[in-house]
Every structure is written in C-alpha cells, then in structure tokens.
C-alpha cells in the first residue's frame, strides 16, 4: 500500500489505481510515502476502466459469467434493506468502511 504506515513494494514495482472513493469527499489523499516511490523506482499508473471496454468487452462477457456462474470466481456483498439507507452506505463506500461490494435492497422483487 502507497499510503500505510509500512511501504512493501519491490523496488521497479508497477502499481496501477483503478479508483480511490475514500477520498472522494476529502478531494484524494496525498502518497505519503512518496521519497519511498521515488528512490524504489516505482511506477504508478492510473487506470479508467471504461477506457479498456473496446479492447476487452467481447472476452469479458465470454468469459467471466461462465467464472461467476461455476464457483471459479467469487465475490462477497455487503447488503443493507431500505431505500432511507442510500446515504449511509454511500458514505461507508467513500470512507473505506465497506469490505465488500455495496448493494441496497429496495424491493422484494
């Protein structure tokens, strides 16, 4: 991790940032282990997914439903009931607090 009190990557690492919402509300957070990124010569990459969508979208979608469907790639959900909930959750997404993937149960159906 960049940002934590202890700096464990190789020296030439490549780290890539695909988005950091626990600073969407404080406007980011600075690296604070910058000289480490530096004299490690460490490269740092920001990465938009929807950028990637034309060069992977057709092997995504062959791919990656089969994985889900047999077991062969999991995911956990944090599910919390009741539209009143929205802002609490999105809350806990932008702080960090969430662990797993957020998802707000507003219906039965």
Request: aromatic content about 6%; proline content about 3%.
């Amino acid at each position: 991790m960049i940002s934590g009190d202890s700096f464990h990557l190789s020296p030439n690492s490549h780290v890539l940032n695909v988005c950091s919402p626990s600073g969407y509300n404080t406007g980011g957070q600075a690296v604070k282990n910058l000289m480490q990124v530096i004299t490690k010569r460490i490269t740092m990459q920001g990465v938009i997914v929807v950028h990637l969508d034309h060069k992977y979208h057709e092997e995504f979608y062959a791919t990656i439903p089969k994985k889900l469907k047999n077991g062969e790639i999991r995911y956990t959900e944090e599910v919390t009931e009741g539209l009143d909930k929205v802002g609490e959750v999105i809350l806990r997404v932008q702080k960090g607090d969430n662990k797993a993937k957020a998802v707000v149960k507003v219906a039965d159906e």
